[in-house]
């Protein structure tokens, strides 16, 4: 039995290198400097705050922790934190029937870090205790579950404690932001994580539109699923009416701004996996990602590439 397992596995593993290295040529001829390797690249550490949750006589009202985050908001905006639109969050929970409030749940925590590209939550409490009165952030990474922290205290009301709080989280967000973020995804991982997918020759058929408001070729979301597919032992046919799977992809890149002196992208992708034969729906999903990268094309590639992959990672389950 280990035996056997092991094959399988090595095999896997040979498949992937096989499968890196054919696209890896492929994919880098013709390039120039303005397509510089993706390994230039890095993920901007887009934050969501949360209200905060009012405990005691003096916080009890919702309006106490909203007030305390909008604060936090403005103050963070100010020193060039890279903050998710208060109307974006708002809509995003209302999706998935989320209170802002008491967001504990990792899972919560990583669905709404996905719809609104978020990767850092910042939420926390309000509380007095011995006559004080105590802001205390939760800085928590929507992918990773880590979770660091910082607070204020003092005798006046809640909202004056904002300023030192936000002072304190963004020294953590631009310190110690990294231990909060993901590891870049790859085939392998992807691939690993989908280890009870046995592709066995099935057909799928992939439909992916791509748009980073350039006229680049060589769309990042085709390559990623290509490899993760033929990685996984499914066969890629151009013939809907052949498949026993059909994958429908759009994704979408635009321009975020500068990061630490790079050009950063914003990308948002959507991924539905069909049972072919009947149209039936088996599983959709959409997230968003940013990254920075030594120019913008580099960025928006990166950034739908990453997004196309932990997307799949997740939807493809469904083809066992």
């Not at 989280?169 to 993901?182: N, R, W, Y």
């Not at 701004?257 to 039936?280: M, W």
Request: charged content about 25%; proline content about 3%; some cysteine.
């Amino acid at each position: 039995m280990m035996k056997k397992h092991h094959d399988s596995t090595t095999a896997r593993i040979l498949a992937l290198v096989i499968v890196l290295a054919t696209f890896g040529v492929a994919t880098t001829r013709g390039q120039d400097a303005a397509t510089a390797p993706a390994a230039a690249s890095n993920f901007v550490p887009v934050v969501a705050v949360l209200p905060f949750d009012g405990r005691g006589r003096q916080a009890e009202l919702e309006k106490t922790g909203k007030s305390v985050a909008d604060l936090v908001f403005v103050k963070l905006l100010e020193d060039n934190v890279n903050l998710v639109e208060r109307a974006d969050l708002d809509k995003a929970l209302d999706e998935l029937h989320l209170s802002a409030v008491g967001l504990v749940s990792p899972d919560s925590q990583l669905q709404l870090g996905r719809l609104v590209g978020a990767k850092i939550l910042i939420t926390g409490s309000l509380f007095e205790a011995g006559g004080k009165k105590y802001a205390v952030a939760k800085i928590i990474g929507t992918e990773t579950t880590r979770v660091l922290g910082c607070s204020a205290s003092g005798h006046g009301e809640y909202t004056d404690l904002a300023p030192e709080l936000a002072a304190k989280i963004a020294a953590v967000l631009h310190k110690d932001a990294e231990k909060l973020l993901p590891r870049k995804t790859t085939v392998f991982a992807a691939a690993d994580r989908l280890a009870d997918v046995k592709g066995r020759q099935r057909q799928v058929f992939l439909s992916v539109t791509e748009d980073i408001a350039m006229p680049i070729p060589d769309p990042a979301a085709e390559i990623e699923l290509k490899k993760l597919l033929i990685a996984l032992d499914f066969t890629i046919t151009s013939n809907r009416a052949e498949a026993d799977f059909a994958i429908i992809c759009e994704a979408i890149a635009s321009n975020a701004g500068s990061y630490h002196k790079f050009s950063s992208a914003a990308a948002r992708v959507e991924l539905s996996v069909y049972q072919a034969k009947d149209n039936q729906l088996l599983a959709t999903g959409a997230t968003k990602e940013t990254v920075a990268g030594a120019s913008y094309v580099v960025a928006a590639k990166d950034a739908i590439g990453q997004a196309t992959l932990r997307l799949a990672a997740d939807l493809l389950k469904c083809l066992k």
